[in-house]
Nanobody, 129 residues
Framework: HVQLVESGGGSVQAGGSLRLSCAQSGFTYSRYCMGWFRQAPGKEREGVVTIFTGSGSTYYADSVKGRFTISQDNTKNAMYLQMNSLKPEDTAMYYC???????????????????????WGQGTQVTVS
């Protein structure tokens, strides 16, 4: 059973930093897409950074470029999001997400939208004041 668990959220002052972690387990297929999304009250879930694993292409939202960095530790099967120079507008629930499935189901599919993903963590709250 696939499980994604986020941690590392909290409340920080503007300009501060946080490092989010995502522990991943139970995958029977290689992850086709990986990413971090966030959702603020009254807004749609938006992509923070996504990765198409087939090519290694990484896409950051314009609002976080230069401030956020995604990384992975394959030995620990974990994914991280380093968030620096945090702003109040970064306040949201942050979710770790992945898309995985057999090649016939995922080949040629996109990785940029929340609707593209089939596995999600429960979320970790980030509040910037």
């Amino acid at each position: 059973h696939v499980q994604l668990v986020e941690s590392g959220g909290g409340s920080v002052q503007a300009g501060g930093s946080l490092r989010l972690s995502c522990a991943q387990s139970g995958f029977t297929y290689s992850r086709y897409c990986m990413g971090w999304f966030r959702q603020a009250p009254g807004k749609e879930r938006e992509g923070v950074v996504t990765i198409f694993t087939g090519s290694g292409s990484t896409y950051y939202a314009d609002s976080v470029k230069g401030r956020f960095t995604i990384s992975q530790d394959n030995t620990k099967n974990a994914m991280y999001l380093q968030m620096n120079s945090l702003k109040p507008e970064d306040t949201a629930m942050y979710y770790c997400a992945a898309k995985a499935g057999p090649p016939w189901a995922v080949a040629g599919s996109p990785c940029g939208s929340a609707s593209d993903y089939n596995y999600w963590g429960q979320g970790t709250q980030v509040t910037v004041s």
